[in-house]
């Protein structure tokens, strides 16, 4: 069935270094993925998204690369700021069926 | 623009209680999906509804679940003979017409005792 997997399941950087998340989706025909920043005891928020007919799009400091053959694609944050400290998670999804299908989560913390 | 709203923020319930969770859309969207997030875990499609429509409910369980978008009012998320498995966070999201973006609400934390 459609899946996701998502590395690593923690990651700790010190501020201002980078920080990548990657993530590995099943569904060949998936062509929208979106990642999600969730604080705690708050709903996840939509911070970047990509479709399949994109490789790579940018959002100041944050990134998503997209490899369709590998099926696989990552999150890069630059310049790590400890606001950036929560859980991020990706998801995958075609985009006429309207269903997430979203991997276990990384939480990222940001030492000062 | 408010963003997608949801009530109760938190709710406790003892095993075979029913439990109602409410879901308003951003304005302007008519597409409402229902996730749950257990502890410690990502967050697991529902189901999928449009205005007076279950689009796909995949998700939901056979029973003792259910879900509607009425014509006017909050979407509704139903949960009949709660169990103590059902403890979770219960997420609603919207999109536009025609769009992809979701947008989640702040979520129902469900405690059955």
């Known amino acids: 069935g459609e899946n996701v997997e998502q590395h690593p399941s923690t990651l700790s950087v010190q501020e201002g270094d980078s920080a990548v998340i990657k993530c590995t989706y099943s569904?060949?025909?998936?062509?929208?993925f979106p990642w999600y920043k969730q604080e705690l005891g708050k709903g996840p928020q939509l911070i970047i998204d990509?479709?399949?007919?994109?490789g790579e799009k940018k959002d100041q400091r944050i990134a998503v690369t997209l490899n369709k053959t590998a099926k696989h694609f990552s999150l890069h944050i630059t310049e790590t700021q400890p606001e950036d400290s929560a859980v991020y998670f990706c998801?995958?999804?075609?985009?006429?069926?309207?269903?997430?299908?979203f991997g276990q989560g990384t939480t990222l913390q940001v030492k000062p | 623009n408010a963003g997608v709203m949801q009530n109760p923020r938190h709710l406790v319930r003892r095993r075979g209680q029913e439990a109602r969770l409410r879901c308003s859309p951003m304005?302007?969207?008519?597409?409402v999906y229902w996730y749950r997030q257990l502890p410690e875990e990502g967050l697991k499609f529902m189901v999928y509804?449009?205005?007076?429509?279950?689009?796909?409910e995949s998700g939901m369980p056979k029973e003792r679940f259910s879900a509607e978008f009425p014509k006017e009012g909050p979407s509704i998320l139903r949960i009949q003979q709660v169990v103590r498995g059902d403890s979770a966070a219960y997420f609603c999201?919207?999109?536009?017409?025609?769009?992809?973006?979701?947008?989640f609400g702040p979520g129902t934390r469900l405690t059955v005792l």
């Open positions: 999201a919207s999109s536009p017409p025609g769009g992809v973006e979701q947008f």
């Open positions: 569904d060949s025909a998936s062509n929208y």
């Open positions: 990509i479709r399949s007919n994109v």
């Open positions: 998801a995958a999804s075609k985009s006429n069926t309207g269903k997430l299908i």
């Open positions: 304005k302007g969207h008519s597409h």
């Open positions: 509804l449009q205005k007076e429509n279950i689009i796909d």
